[in-house]
């Protein structure tokens, strides 16, 4: 890390570390909150959106105004129930709501919908798997998956003070906690846990991920204790974290802020620290409350939620594979690398056109190669995602059946491919329209090779001499005779022969 503690010396902050960071067990405990990808928010059917004009996606509901009545968005209940069966937990089969009370300028109610107890949420008791970083996994446990509401968003307004845009307010808000005693003891898994957590959940199609826009945010809790300690430290809750850089950047800190606390002579406070981006630094926002603070207590406006047996099989019956169990499939029967897998697999609609392409027939390295190279550059070019643009699977299956049967060099493919990605022809149809196709008759590539010798006498003088690096000139000269179709490996082959036997 870049950045010590306010007050500390970089140099001795950083030996203090050398010689007492092995004597310290961190621990990062783990509350993701995922804004839920459905069309109108929790208990109101104002629309969900991002951005917008402040105050323009609001209503009495979701304002908190007397006499109002909430009702629950079933779709939002279903995506949270989707999000727990994948992530191996217990489904409690009745579970209610309850207020969570405290005040705050973005909560317009006083207090904020949510669930609270051990087996009351939605799901409980679950798993997650992550990276060892030997090949293998380790198990991050779940202590609950909830749902629940977001709050508004304060503002800084040009003119001084602060205002507040209650368009997020009431937005239906799923919440997932790991257990304690916490299984994470390093940034870098917190780093993997939220980045697989975050794939989970794009693939089930409840969360876009976007931690930029706040759609996903993460808040570790980090604590320090010395080694052989049976009691846990005080923990630190820290926030405003939209990377996964800024999460395995701001747990590092923390730890190395809380040691050097520690160690001279002071004491961890239960904060809820900010994170600033530019500083690499956390500061503090506030004094942490207590569980007891919030007054938890059912909601005497909304009915227990109690499901079915028959439902919840068919919500397990629908997910879909996962990402890691689909990234160990790709190595194992597809024989594709760990990075080749990653890339694959980091976006749901990405790995489905691969998948479409293997099951038309493609090779799956060349697909690979294909999708992530020519592909991947022409749809960054133009801000596209796959689906959007003209080429299908069946496009780089083509591409790939015309390089392996000869009839095109690996150089007209990519000139062929290009001119697909304009147009959505396929690259067959267009190299037959122009007469395209490569040249690989021996006879016919002798006759261009006997007639690029004859024309450049002294080149071969050279090269008899010795000086074989010519031998590429010569070879430039042959494709630019064949407009660029001869055969590459066939014709330097050829060349090779004719020059040893002159």
């Given at each position: ?8 010396n970089?140099?001795?902050f ?23 990808a ?17 105050n ?24 949270v ?7 191996n ?19 317009p ?36 998956v ?13 003119s ?17 906690v790991t ?48 080694e ?5 430290g005080?923990?630190?809750?820290l926030?405003n ?8 950047l ?28 530019q ?8 004094l ?16 227990p939620?109690?499901f ?37 697999i ?11 392409a ?21 749809l960054n ?49 267009i ?13 016919e590539i002798l006759?261009?090779?006997k007639?690029?010798?004859?024309e450049?006498?002294?080149?071969v ?42």
């Amino acid at each position: 890390m870049k950045c010590a503690p306010s007050g500390a010396n970089g140099a001795v902050f950083g030996r203090l570390l050398t010689q007492r960071m092995a004597n310290y067990l961190p621990s990062v405990g783990m509350e993701v909150h995922a804004e839920l990808a459905t069309r109108s928010k929790m208990f109101c059917r104002c629309p969900v959106a991002f951005g917008g004009e402040p105050n323009t996606r609001v209503c009495p509901i979701c304002l908190g105004m007397p006499g109002t009545l909430p009702v629950p968005n079933k779709a939002a209940i279903e995506m949270v129930l989707k999000t727990a069966l994948a992530l191996n937990c217990k489904i409690a089969m009745t579970s209610i709501f309850h207020r969570k009370n405290y005040f705050y300028p973005d909560l317009p109610k006083g207090y904020q919908v949510s669930q609270y107890g051990d087996t009351n949420p939605l799901g409980y008791d679950g798993y997650l798997e992550i990276p060892n970083g030997s090949g293998g996994t380790k198990k991050v446990r779940i202590r609950r998956v909830h749902l629940e509401e977001d709050t508004g968003k304060l503002m800084h307004l040009p003119s001084g003070g602060s205002g507040v845009d209650y368009n997020r307010a009431g937005t239906p808000l799923m919440e997932i906690v790991t257990e304690f005693p916490p299984d994470i003891s390093n940034p870098t898994e917190a780093r993997d846990y939220l980045s697989q957590l975050r794939q989970i959940l794009i693939y089930l199609g409840v969360c876009d991920g976007k931690m930029e826009e706040g759609s996903l945010r993460c808040e570790p809790n980090i604590s320090v204790r010395v080694e052989g300690a049976e009691k846990y430290g005080t923990k630190t809750e820290l926030k405003n974290l939209n990377s996964f850089r800024s999460v395995q950047l701001g747990v590092a800190f923390e730890v190395r802020r809380q040691i050097a606390e520690l160690e001279n002579g002071g004491k961890v406070l239960q904060e809820t620290r900010g994170w600033n981006e530019q500083k690499e630094a956390s500061y503090i926002m506030r004094l942490k409350e207590e569980e007891n603070d919030y007054r938890y207590f059912p909601d005497p406006d909304l009915a227990p939620m109690v499901f079915e047996e028959s439902m919840i099989e068919a919500l397990r019956a629908g997910l879909p594979e996962l990402p890691m169990a689909k990234g160990l499939r790709y190595q194992s029967e597809l024989g594709l690398s760990e990075y080749d897998t990653g890339v694959l697999i980091a976006d749901r609609p990405w790995s489905e056109f691969f998948e479409q392409a293997v099951a038309l027939g493609g090779e799956p390295k060349t697909i690979c190669n294909w999708m992530t190279g020519d592909f991947a550059k022409l749809l960054n070019e133009k801000s596209l995602a796959p689906g959007e643009s003209k080429i299908t699977p069946q496009h780089i299956v083509d591409l790939t059946k015309l390089v392996e049967s000869g009839s095109v060099s690996g150089k007209m493919a990519k000139e062929l491919f290009a001119e697909s990605f304009q147009d959505g022809r396929l690259p067959s149809e267009i190299a037959k329209s122009k007469g395209a196709s490569q040249i690989s008759d021996v006879d016919e590539i002798l006759a261009v090779v006997k007639k690029v010798l004859a024309e450049n006498p002294e080149i071969v003088a050279k090269y008899k001499a010795g000086n074989t690096s010519v031998k590429g000139f010569l070879v430039g000269q042959i494709m630019k005779l064949s407009g660029g179709r001869a055969n590459p490996g066939l014709a330097q082959k050829i060349l090779g022969d004719e020059l040893e036997n002159m």
